[in-house]
C-alpha cells in the first residue's frame, strides 16, 4: 500500500514571512527542510509527500518545485501563483512541462469574503482545470458559505479542502461547521484532507476524544474515497509529533476495512492530485 501525506511544508523562517506564528507556536520559528522530514516519514512508512506553499511567492514556488525534483519522495506540490493577475495564462504557462506541480493555492483565509467573488480571481481559477491544475481551498469555518459558493461556480476544476475548514475545536463547537461540512461534500468535485486538525484544539491539552466528532463528521461528509490523510507537518509540531499525528488518524482509521483505510492513506490523494511515484 503507498502512504502519502497530501500536505506538508518547508520553509525559510523570516518574522516578516512568518508572522502569523504565534508565541504559542514559537517552536516552529526555524527552518525546515527536506532532510528533517524524510527521518519522520521512513519512521512512519510513508512513501511521498505533496508539498504546499507557505508563502504567497512565486521564488517560493520555484523553490518547492526543485526541492521535489531533487527530492522523488516530493511526489508533488501545491504552488502559489497569482491568478488574479492579468497575466496568469501566460505564467501558468512557464510551469508548462513542470510534471510535479500538481496544484494552486491562495491563502484565502486571510481574505475578506469579498474576495471570494472577485471576478479577475475567478478568471484565474478558470485556466486550471485545462492545465490539470488542482485548487487547494484553504479557509476557516465562517467562510465556508463562501468556499460553496466558490465551488459551484466552477463545477469542471478539482478542488481540495485543507484542514477540514478548520472547525472551533478549541471552543468544542461543532455546529454550523458540521451542517457546512456535508452540504460542501455534496460537490463531487472536492475531496478533503484530514490535516490541520490536531492545532485547531488546545495546543498544549487536547485529546483524542476532543478531535473524534469532527474527524467523525469529515468521514460521514466525504467518505475514504474523497478524504486523504495530511500532517501539516510542521505546523503540526506545535500541539503533537508527526508520529503522533499519524497515530491518531491510524486509530480512528480501525474501523474502516483494509480496502477504505488505504484510500485515505494514500489513494484518495494520489487519484486528486495525479501522483505517480
Not at 129 to 137: C, G, I, M, T
Amino acid at each position: 500500500m503507498q502512504r502519502v501525506d497530501a500536505h506538508q511544508h518547508f520553509w525559510h523562517y523570516t518574522e516578516t514571512d512568518f508572522g502569523w506564528i504565534s508565541d504559542e507556536m514559537a517552536t516552529i520559528r526555524r527552518d525546515f527542510s527536506p532532510a528533517d522530514l524524510k527521518p519522520l516519514l521512513d519512521a512512519a512508512g510513508v512513501n511521498a509527500t505533496v508539498a504546499v506553499q507557505a508563502r504567497q511567492s512565486l521564488d517560493e514556488t520555484d523553490w518547492l518545485l526543485a526541492l521535489a525534483d531533487a527530492n522523488p519522495w516530493i511526489a508533488g506540490v501545491v504552488g502559489w501563483v497569482p491568478l488574479v493577475s492579468e497575466d496568469i495564462a501566460s505564467i501558468l504557462d512557464n510551469y508548462t512541462g513542470r510534471a510535479n506541480l500538481k496544484g494552486v493555492r491562495h491563502v484565502l483565509q486571510a481574505e475578506p469574503d469579498e474576495y471570494f467573488f472577485r471576478e479577475d480571481f475567478h478568471r484565474g481559477l478558470a485556466q486550471l482545470a485545462s492545465r490539470n491544475l488542482v485548487y487547494d481551498v484553504l479557509v476557516v469555518e465562517r467562510q465556508l458559505p463562501a468556499a460553496i459558493a466558490l465551488v459551484d461556480r466552477h463545477p469542471n476544476q478539482r478542488f481540495v479542502l485543507d484542514h477540514i475548514a478548520k472547525p472551533r475545536i478549541a471552543g468544542g463547537l461543532l455546529e454550523p461547521w458540521a451542517t457546512q461540512m456535508r452540504d460542501l461534500a455534496r460537490r463531487p468535485n472536492i475531496t478533503c484532507k484530514l490535516s490541520g486538525v490536531v492545532t485547531e484544539a488546545s495546543l498544549s491539552n487536547w485529546t483524542e476524544a476532543d478531535l473524534a466528532p469532527y474527524l467523525d463528521t469529515a468521514l460521514e461528509a466525504f467518505g475514504p474515497a474523497r478524504l486523504m490523510f495530511g500532517s501539516d507537518w510542521p505546523v503540526c509540531t506545535a500541539a503533537a509529533s508527526y508520529d503522533r499525528w499519524l497515530g491518531v488518524v491510524r486509530s480512528f482509521l480501525s474501523r474502516l476495512s483494509a480496502d477504505e483505510q488505504a484510500m485515505l492513506l494514500g489513494g484518495t490523494s494520489c487519484a486528486a492530485y495525479d501522483l505517480k511515484f
